[in-house]
Nanobody, 125 residues
């Protein structure tokens, strides 16, 4: 059983930065596709970023501001968030899958098998 645990959320002013971490346990992390999603109050969970096979994909709303990276030796994936905006306020979830998938399919919630509990990010104006 794979477990994902997010950390690094918090309260930050607009224009500030945060780095989220997602620690994975269980199996061969290096072969997993890993992604980040977020869910704002009253809204559906939405795709933020993903990394698989050395390729990355970002949502248009975060492109150029957020960076996904991973350290396979530490079984950890990161989301560096810069130039934060109030509309980035949400619970951020880490997700993973060992299934092979096209990069574009990894925008989909259903492409992932494992999910963390989420970490709250609040951006004040």
């Amino acid at each position: 059983q794979v477990q994902l645990v997010e950390s690094g959320g918090g309260l930050v002013q607009a224009g500030g930065s945060l780095r989220l971490s997602c620690a994975a346990s269980g199996r061969t992390f290096s072969t997993y596709a890993m992604g980040w999603f977020r869910q704002a109050p009253g809204k559906e969970r939405e795709f933020v970023a993903t990394w698989t096979g050395g390729s990355t994909l970002y949502s248009e709303s975060v492109k150029g501001r957020f960076t996904i990276s991973r350290d396979n030796a530490k079984n950890t994936v990161y989301l560096q968030m810069n130039s934060l905006k109030p509309e980035d306020t949400a619970v951020y979830f880490c997700a993973g899958t060992e299934r092979t998938s096209l990069l574009s399919y990894l925008r989909r919630i259903g492409s992932y098998d494992y999910w963390g509990q989420g970490t709250q990010v609040t951006v004040s104006s």
